[in-house]
């Protein structure tokens, strides 16, 4: 017999936060533009050569904080299967899924890579329903207490430290940035054989 821990937010905790349809799909615009930048540059879930400019990104879904600063952001990745390493011939398409989260500066939107990741998926709506089981049930887990305290429909989770730990990497990353633009003679970069 195995006993597992009830993962579900506890109902007093789930957070109902809506936003005006206008500024969702403005949000929406803007969440698409910086996730093609991040394509473009082959940064976090997208450092993947089966990306190209021939996968549609989809925006699934966007939770957000109750003061809409913060947000996570569930991606949907629609990609031709001649793009998979072992093309399925039964399907056109295939999914892959993701979460980023989201920090509110202004107009622009900040976003860092938290996963978790899905793939290949023969299903848009079978892999939307997985990312969200992931997110909103099982997002604290054994596996992922030190780095998770809360499902991200926890309003909890809006002031977790999950948010300090994205600050702080962002804080490191523009560092690195100043030091190699002052002193490139002290950056490596690794030849590629």
């Given amino acids: 017999m195995e006993f597992k821990k009830n993962t579900s937010t506890p109902r007093e905790f789930l957070n109902h936060s809506s936003i ?14 910086q ?6 540059k082959r940064e976090g879930f997208f ?3 089966a990306y190209s400019d021939s996968m549609v990104l989809i925006i699934d879904s966007v939770l957000y904080s109750a003061d809409f600063k913060k947000m996570a952001v569930f991606v949907i990745v629609k990609n031709l299967t001649k793009r998979q390493l072992a093309p399925e011939n039964e399907n056109t398409w295939y999914y892959d899924a993701t979460t980023y989260l989201g920090i509110r500066k202004g107009n622009t939107i900040s976003l860092t890579w938290r996963g978790p990741v899905f793939t290949n998926s023969s299903s848009e709506r079978d892999i939307s329903m997985d990312i969200r089981e992931a997110c909103f049930n099982n997002f604290v887990t054994k596996d992922t207490t030190d780095i998770y305290e809360y499902n991200l429909n926890d309003k909890r989770f809006w002031s977790s430290s999950i948010w300090r730990e994205i600050e ?10 100043e030091e190699k633009r002052r002193y490139p003679e002290n950056i490596y970069e690794p030849k590629i054989r």
């Fill in 20 to 33: 005006k349809r206008e500024y969702y799909l403005r949000d929406k615009k803007e969440l698409k533009k």
């Fill in 35 to 40: 996730l093609k930048l991040l394509l473009s």
């Fill in 47 to 49: 450092d993947n050569s």
């Fill in 168 to 177: 702080y990497e962002k804080l490191m990353k523009q560092k690195f940035e």
